[in-house]
């Protein structure tokens, strides 16, 4: 499955949209970007069986070394990015994938 764009030059804290993986996946991949001179933030990649209740599986941040980051295990249905802090004047991209 290709990656999405789950936050979009997003630049306020909440959830990015939502994809339906029509089936079961287990390892998903977040990748984040962003434009600007951030303040602190972070980019949360949640999972969901159902679409309603989610769970964070993985986090990404302005301070971290590594905007790319994988998880194997958590079966899911539903993948999507949450921005978490206020960056400021940055806008903020959020890849997802699901294999």
Same mark, same amino acid.
């Given at each position: ?5 789950s ?8 959830p ?14 977040i990748? #984040?970007?962003?434009? @600007?001179?951030p303040?602190?933030f972070?980019?949360y990649l949640? /999972?969901?069986?159902? %679409?309603d209740?989610?769970t964070?599986?993985?986090s990404v941040?302005t301070?971290s070394?590594?905007?790319? #980051?994988?998880?194997? @295990?958590?079966y899911?249905?539903?993948?999507r990015?949450?921005? /978490?802090?206020?960056? %400021?004047?940055?806008?903020?991209t959020a890849l997802v994938?699901?294999?």
């Amino acid at each position: 499955m290709l990656p999405f764009k789950s936050l979009d030059a997003a630049n306020t804290a909440g959830p990015g949209a939502v994809r339906d993986l029509e089936e079961l996946r287990k390892e998903h991949t977040i990748q #984040m970007s962003f434009t @600007g001179v951030p303040d602190p933030f972070s980019v949360y990649l949640q /999972v969901s069986l159902d %679409g309603d209740r989610w769970t964070t599986v993985a986090s990404v941040s302005t301070g971290s070394n590594a905007p790319l #980051m994988t998880v194997a @295990g958590p079966y899911a249905r539903y993948v999507r990015a949450y921005l /978490v802090g206020n960056p %400021g004047n940055a806008l903020v991209t959020a890849l997802v994938v699901s294999v």
